[in-house]
């Protein structure tokens, strides 16, 4: 219940926070500390230095840009949920919000510090890969950009360098004729993903798929994108017996997760069932 | 280091010397003295801690009390106005929506902030809007049923 | 006619002070100078502890004592034990365990410092040389020869071995058509409280008559205090324990545990005050479990469905070690295996078994609902087996209610009862006969609905005291103070139940008062009568009950004074709207308030009477109360995922008479969610290495408001001749009716499969797997 000591720091810029970040070494970004001060009640997190970003305004927006919708890292779960330019433009993370957590934590609680954490049940993963999302991380020396499937490395491990601040999500704004939809079994207890699968797929008049991601949480150490499912949709009409015959290679290739709340197998089972709905919702959504 | 911060807590400003490392929950029981708030876990599952921070819901054993610098603050104590009860906390005692107690406080703030969002939620809406709230004594029926008063109550 | 306030909803007084954040439980009282402590925990689940080091914890500023088992060796007694049976093994345990920690949680040090933080902060200093030791956490496989032994000396892991029977049993099997077996497991469950343990306590040493208080969240303080006096060798009078807010306890607070006696003892040694409030890991850790049993079910039936004989073996997992009631617990499953149904001829052996876990003890129910449910299962299994309605079968076997009172094999004599009644209500509410249809048109298509039944029947209000290990009794003091206004005083220490408002319905109506005019205290040791508590469904039947005969006392005496004043008989006065006047002649009246006045100023007393309006009650009964009644719950299963959703939970209670229909209905709730709770999602899971892998609400799943339907209640009323308010105590029976009504239903969901038993919880993992495993073998099968 008690975290251990630290020294805490409030920069009001980014650059303040990138060069408190290369100056401190064991140091950890605050953004909501809805992943990290859990850890640090526990002790299982016990960082020298916190450095808290929640001040810094500029990590905090919702805005259309160059065909691209533009997220700042520190918009909570809860401005996602209630965006209306997303509900508009990309309906897929607008559905996702509110299966994180509770209301309480997804007032608190950022985008980019869930992706950040890498948490292997973690929803935004799912819905980030399926929107095709681009990660933009910045350190003292200068920014990067990451496709979101290169940014999810290994459980609770992302492609982000001690010395850098996840900034911006981009998400290009999906085409006409897009669907999309979020399937999820709750971890009864946390609330976490057992599965979560995030779908979106845009079909051409003929109803042949033109695009197609679907991501998968909860199953794998870290989120992925299900190729398998992806390559049997593309380019072929769609219908309810192929989405489902798809849907089988959910689980394809992954080493499933496993432990007292589900198996290997049934996790995996889930990934296949929750593919099936999730298609069929988006497709249905056309 | 200790650190200053500035709160308006149910209206009142106040100033205090903090560790870091203060959890907003102890700063309000221990240091403000609002016993109010409860602790009932230690994961940011039970919700019984829960406050409205800059009018939003939260979890107040999951913020450090740093955090809420220049943040003002709600906390149960400061739900009813000139002595007369806030509809929630009207709901809760007229539909018997608490038996020990203990989860009520953080419930309440829960309902608050569920009507602050939707004026008119269905049976199923409140439900997932107390996912943060847990409660042993009830089996929620009857807060669903104090929320649904207060819904009523405060569209009339 | 002044309103009649029993049987009303009426609004608690309690809530005020909860809903506004004024109310104080143990935390939220603030002490100056309060030292805190913090407990290190063992991290295993069975070791031989080598060394303890705190010499760094003691280094830390701050931190003024750390104390391990050599510090209290010789000084502190070993926690008692009450709930005990012939013939057991008795381990001794401490506040604090040196040389051996046989789970994981339990307490090997304490420190004491002046912040919370520190005392945190301190336990990261202390380092612990642990052997560790194999581990046992099976019961079936401590059993086995070759186990690990959590005591070399016993040479078994068996605690202790208790029977009860009546009837003929091996002639009721040899009559039998055949023999219905079943291997049910009763998983272990934490309580829950959302408010954990907490304990203050201020020594305020006087030289040579120093006096303890003890704040700690408990549902027994005057049993605390009896005990906190006897191991710290004070004075009972000098001990003052209080239960103030209690935020909840569902049995977990029906004992009492070495922390209750080790912070009393800090606070004497230090010459501080100093306050404990566990953490939700300790809690899970280490306030008691509940369940954990194993039955093996033989029922001895006849074709036509009628049980003739039911032998049980119990193995009842323990933990490592007895808390105040533990042994005790699975006697009421053996008490109570008989049911609402008679069974002539039953024996169940109990075999009480060490592990490397957390004690259990008293959890809600406490030992009823593992009877319920290893009855209703099998009443379910007999249906199944012979192809009859669950209807069917607990209509042939239920007790008629011309039988009452009636006598059961295991030497219990019910009350009061009409099984019958609440079953077909409850039959009626559900639309039975129409779901039954519903249920087979809809397996044609291939969905899976459905219908669990479950009739139960509990023994509570305990108890006479010669059959409860605390006492059975219960006080009550009714104080009419000189201006009219009443204080009542409760033994019935509550902590949820809401006995401010029910009780003062009782006096209320009595002396023709509001409630406003009522007060309820409780809880403090040093305000009133010793008492025993709340547990087993009790206050209202047994300190309710109290309050009653004291009240009558009261009455009695009231009416001597205002006979005297209105110079009438005292036969015939009536008490109504405040006022005492004969009943055919209202005009001629006293108030209650110039009654009081008069008692109190004494200035003319009646003929042989004293001053004063107050009058004690301690009411004994003379049997336990047997509430009953049927739940059903109706569920649709995904055969895809296995995923349950309810369509349906109806219950039909008999409390007997209701002083309150709201906290009824409250306690009906609460009972049912956590019933369901352990039918769905509730256990706690120890790996094979004694590691508790359920530690938090992050893997311990108490059912949240989405996961619960909607409940429809229903009551039928049968009073019972036990008590003259005629209430029998529901505090239980939601938690007793419910768990095997859910898993019925998910089981009959799966009938036509084949499908005969899945052991709780029934996570949908398992149903998908056992539907898995028999669909395609069988293929779908309509059943007639």
């Given at each position: 219940m008690i975290p251990a000591a630290f020294e805490y720091l409030v920069p009001t810029t980014l650059d303040e926070a990138l060069s408190a970040l290369s100056t401190h070494t064991d140091a950890k970004i605050l953004a909501g500390g809805h992943s990290l001060i859990p850890a640090m009640k526990l002790r299982l997190a016990s960082p020298k230095y916190l450095i808290d970003i929640s001040r810094i305004s500029d990590l905090n927006y919702v805005r259309e840009s160059g065909g691209q919708i533009l997220i700042g890292a520190g918009t909570t779960h809860y401005q996602i949920e209630s965006s209306t330019l997303l509900k508009e433009k990309c309906p897929l993370l607008t559905e996702t919000a509110p299966y994180i957590g509770d209301v309480q934590v997804r007032n608190r609680g950022t985008l980019g510090g869930s992706l950040a954490h890498a948490d292997p049940a973690a929803d935004w993963p799912a819905a980030i890969l399926a929107v095709g999302a681009e990660i933009n991380v910045r350190s003292s020396r200068g920014e990067r950009t990451l496709k979101a499937e290169d940014f999810f490395v290994d459980m609770m491990t992302t492609a982000l360098q001690p010395n850098e601040i996840l900034t911006e999500i981009r998400i290009p704004i999906p085409p006409q004729r897009t669907g999309s939809a979020y399937e999820k079994v709750k971890q009864p207890a946390s609330g976490f993903a057992l599965v979560g699968v995030a779908v979106q797929i845009t079909l051409d008049t003929n109803r042949t798929c033109q695009r197609v991601q679907v991501g998968i949480t909860g199953l794998a150490p870290k989120?992925?994108?299900?190729?398998?499912?992806?390559?049997?949709?593309?380019?072929?009409?769609?219908?309810d017996q192929l989405l489902a015959q798809a849907a089988e290679k959910a689980a394809d290739g992954v080493d499933p997760l496993s432990d007292i709340h589900a198996?290997?197998?049934?996790?995996?089972?889930?990934?296949r069932v929750h593919t099936k709905r999730a298609l069929q919702r988006a497709v249905s959504r056309i | 280091m200790k650190q200053v911060i500035q709160v308006t807590i149910n209206g009142k400003p106040r100033q205090d010397e903090v560790e870091p490392r203060l959890l907003l929950v102890h700063y309000l029981r221990d240091v403000v003295g609002?016993?109010?708030?409860?602790?009932?876990?230690?994961?940011?599952?039970?919700?019984?801690?829960?406050?409205?921070?800059?009018?939003?819901a939260v979890k107040s054993c999951t913020i450090l009390a740093v955090q809420a610098n220049k943040g003002e603050i709600v906390t149960i104590e400061g739900l009813a106005t000139n002595g007369k009860l806030h509809p929630v906390q009207e709901g809760f005692w007229e539909r018997h929506g608490l038996q020990c107690g203990f989860c009520t406080p953080g419930m309440i703030m829960a309902g608050v902030q569920i009507l602050q969002r939707n004026p008119n939620p269905t049976e199923e809406q409140i439900r997932e809007g107390l996912e943060g709230n847990l409660c042993r004594c009830t089996g929620y029926q009857h807060i669903v049923e104090a929320i649904q008063y207060a819904a009523q109550k405060m569209r009339t | 006619m002044a309103t009649k306030l029993i049987g009303e909803r009426i609004k608690r007084k309690e809530d005020p002070r909860l809903i506004t954040g004024t109310a104080s439980y143990v935390d939220d009282i603030k002490l100056p100078n309060v030292h805190h402590v913090a407990f290190l925990r063992s991290i295993y689940g069975h070791a031989k502890i080598n060394k303890i080091d705190v010499s760094e914890a003691r280094k830390l500023p701050g931190v003024v004592a750390v104390l391990t088992h050599d510090d209290i060796k010789g000084v502190l007694k070993p926690m008692p034990c009450v709930g005990g049976v012939p013939d057991m093994h008795t381990p001794e345990h401490y506040p604090l365990s040196g040389g051996k920690v046989r789970f994981v949680g339990e307490a090997i040090a304490a420190v004491v410092a002046n912040d919370r933080y520190v005392a945190r902060d301190a336990l990261d200093l202390i380092n612990v040389d642990y052997e560790p030791l194999p581990v046992v956490v099976d019961m079936e496989k401590a059993l086995e020869k070759g186990a690990?032994?959590?005591?070399?000396?016993?040479?078994?892991n068996r605690g202790f071995t208790w029977k009860i029977s009546g009837g003929d049993i091996d002639k009721a099997f040899q009559e039998a058509d055949r023999v219905v077996k079943l291997r049910l497991v009763n998983q272990r469950v934490a309580p829950i409280p959302l408010e954990t343990r907490a304990v203050l306590a201020q020594y305020q040493d006087r030289g040579v008559e120093g006096e303890l208080t003890v704040w700690t969240s408990t549902q027994i303080p005057h049993g605390i205090r009896t005990s906190i006096a006897g191991m710290l060798n004070l004075p009972e009078h000098r001990v003052r324990v209080i239960a103030p807010e209690v935020g909840g306890g569902f049995g977990c607070k029906v004992d009492f545990y070495g922390e209750e006696v080790l912070i009393p003892y800090l606070a004497m040694k230090l010459k501080v005050p100093v306050k404990w409030v566990e953490g939700r890991r300790e809690n899970i850790q280490a306030t008691d479990h509940g369940r954990d049993q194993i039955n093996y079910i033989e029922a001895a039936v006849k074709n036509d469905g009628t049980v003739v004989g039911l032998r049980v073996k119990v193995l009842a997992d323990m933990g490592a070690y007895y808390q105040l009631l533990s042994p005790v617990i699975p006697t009421l499953t053996g008490l109570m295996m008989c049911g609402p149904y008679k069974i002539s001829n039953v024996s169940m052996e109990v075999l009480g078994v060490f592990t490397n876990k957390m004690a259990t003890d008293a959890y809600r129910g406490a030992g009823r609902p593992e009877a319920t449910y290893l009855l209703e299962r099998t009443m379910d299994a007999i249906a199944a087996e012979l192809n009859l309605d669950p209807v069917e079968v607990r209509m042939k076997n239920f007790i008629q209610p011309n039988e009452f009172p009636y006598k059961t094999a295991t030497g219990l004599v019910y009350d009061s009862g009409n099984y019958q009644a609440a079953l077909q209500k409850a039959l009626d509410h559900v639309g039975y006969t129409k779901l039954r249809e519903e249920q087979k048109k809809l397996r044609e298509q291939g969905q899976y609905v459905g219908i669990g039944i479950s009739s139960y029947v509990e023994i509570c209000a305990f108890g006479p005291s010669a059959a409860t290990a605390t006492g059975g009794w219960e006080s009550a003091t009714v104080r009419i103070e000189p201006t009219g206004k009443v204080t009542v005083l409760t033994g019935s220490s509550p902590h949820g139940q809401g006995q401010e408002t029910t009780f003062a319905q009782i006096v209320a109506d009595g002396l023709g008062l509001t409630m406003e005019d009522i007060t309820v205290q409780h809880g403090d040791t040093a305000v009133v009568q010793y008492g025993i508590g709340t547990f087993g469904s009790r206050a209202t039947a047994v300190g309710g009950t109290a309050v009653y005969l004291a009240l009558q006392k009261v009455k009695e005496k009231a009416t001597?004074?205002?006979?005297?004043?209105?110079?009438?008989?005292?036969k015939g006065l009536v008490f109504r709207d405040g006022k005492i006047f004969p009943e055919n002649n209202p005009e001629k009246s006293v108030t209650l308030t110039e009654v009081a006045l008069a008692a109190y100023l004494a200035k003319d007393l009646p003929p042989d009477t004293e001053p004063g309006l107050v009058a004690t009650a301690f009411y004994e009964p003379k049997n336990f109360t047997f509430p009953f009644g049927t739940h059903i719950a109706?569920?649709?299963?995904?055969p895809e995922t296995g995923q349950i959703k309810f369509r349906r939970y109806v219950a039909v209670d008999d409390c007997g008479n209701i002083i309150n229909m709201l906290t009824v209905h409250g306690q009906v709730h609460g009972g049912i969610a956590q019933g369901l709770g352990q039918a769905l999602y509730e256990e706690v899971v120890y790996d094979e290495n004694g590691q508790l892998l359920t530690g938090s609400f992050m893997d311990y799943c108490i059912p949240k408001a989405h996961h619960l339907p909607k409940f429809e209640l229903d009551y039928t009323v049968t009073p019972t001749n036990v008590n003259p308010l005629g209430v029998k105590g529901v505090g239980e029976a939601g938690t007793i009716g419910s768990t095997p009504a859910v898993v019925n239903a998910v089981i009959d969901a799966l009938a036509h499969l084949g499908v005969r038993n899945i052991d709780m919880p029934l996570k949908p993992e398992k149903i998908w797997k056992t539907i898995k495993e028999h669909a395609p073998k069988k293929g779908p099968i309509i059943v007639a």
């Open positions: 989120p992925f994108r299900a190729i398998g499912v992806e390559n049997m949709l593309k380019g072929k009409v769609i219908n198996s290997a197998e049934y996790r995996s089972h889930l990934a | 609002l016993t109010g708030t409860h602790i009932g876990c230690e994961t940011s599952i039970c919700g019984a801690c829960t406050v409205l921070l800059n009018g939003a | 690990p032994l959590l005591y070399e000396e016993y040479g078994e001597k004074f205002a006979a005297h004043m209105l110079k009438v008989d005292s109706v569920v649709d299963i995904d």
